[in-house]
């Protein structure tokens, strides 16, 4: 079945730097590729996706990109601020969602 | 109320209690989820229901029992725990089953369970 491996387990930065979270994952099958947010005290949200056929999706200070021959996908954050301050989960998907186990990201002021 | 609720938020019980986590959404969706959250590792999924039928049970011990009423209610029973079932339990709903950004899984808060 589907592996996930996430990398680090925890990232620390300095405020206005920028964060870099990368995933791997063994199954060549797998097309969708989301990343959710988790702050303290909530449940996971989801702050951007990928699907298969697109190598980089951008939404203001987060991008996800893409690469499928190596089957790693990455969550680059620039600029970054105290609320970027969470844990990270990466997942990816054939049809049910696979886990990373998450990456603890801090802000430093 | 809007979103997915969970009740309760903590829950501290006994190896031989019986008690029961509520989930409820507002969204209209016809998939709900239980996934065990524990510290370091991936969410672990317990029980998928599509359309109030059990569709998933990724061999759960049967301490643990949902029940899936209608498609806005999901309950997890819970009896004879064991100290190593203490985590965040995690309550999600989406539109229909499948990885996509249509079936986007939005969760609740959780529900802290501690067994002593």
């Known amino acids: 079945g589907e592996n996930v491996e996430q990398h680090p387990s925890t990232l620390s930065v300095q405020e206005g730097d920028s964060a870099v979270i990368k995933c791997t994952y063994s199954?060549?099958?797998?097309?969708?590729f989301p990343w959710y947010k988790q702050e303290l005290g909530k449940g996971p949200q989801l702050i951007i996706d990928?699907?298969?056929n697109v190598g980089e999706k951008k939404d203001q200070r987060i991008a996800v990109t893409l690469n499928k021959t190596a089957k790693h996908f990455s969550l680059h954050i620039t600029e970054t601020q105290p609320e970027d301050s969470a844990v990270y989960f990466c997942?990816?998907?054939?049809?049910?969602?696979?886990w990373g186990a998450g990456t603890k990201l801090i802000i430093k002021p | 109320e809007t979103g997915v609720t969970q009740t309760p938020r903590h829950l501290v019980m006994g190896m031989t209690n019986k008690k029961s986590l509520k989930c409820e959404q507002h969204l209209g969706h016809n998939a709900m989820y239980w996934y065990k959250q524990s510290a370091k590792k991936p969410l672990e999924l317990m029980f998928v229901?599509?359309?109030?039928?059990?569709?998933e049970n990724n061999s759960v011990p049967s301490r643990f029992s949902p029940e899936c009423p209608n498609s806005s209610h999901l309950f997890l029973h819970l009896h004879t725990l064991q100290p190593e079932d203490s985590a965040l339990y995690l309550c999600?709903?989406?539109?229909?089953?499948?990885?996509?950004?249509?079936?986007?899984?939005?969760f609740g808060p959780g529900t802290r369970l501690t067994v002593l």
């Open positions: 199954d060549s099958a797998s097309n969708y």
């Open positions: 990928i699907r298969s």
């Open positions: 999600a709903s989406s539109q229909d089953l499948g990885g996509s950004s249509y079936n986007e899984q939005f």
């Open positions: 229901y599509n359309f109030k039928e059990q569709t």
């Open positions: 997942a990816v998907s054939n049809y049910q969602l696979i």
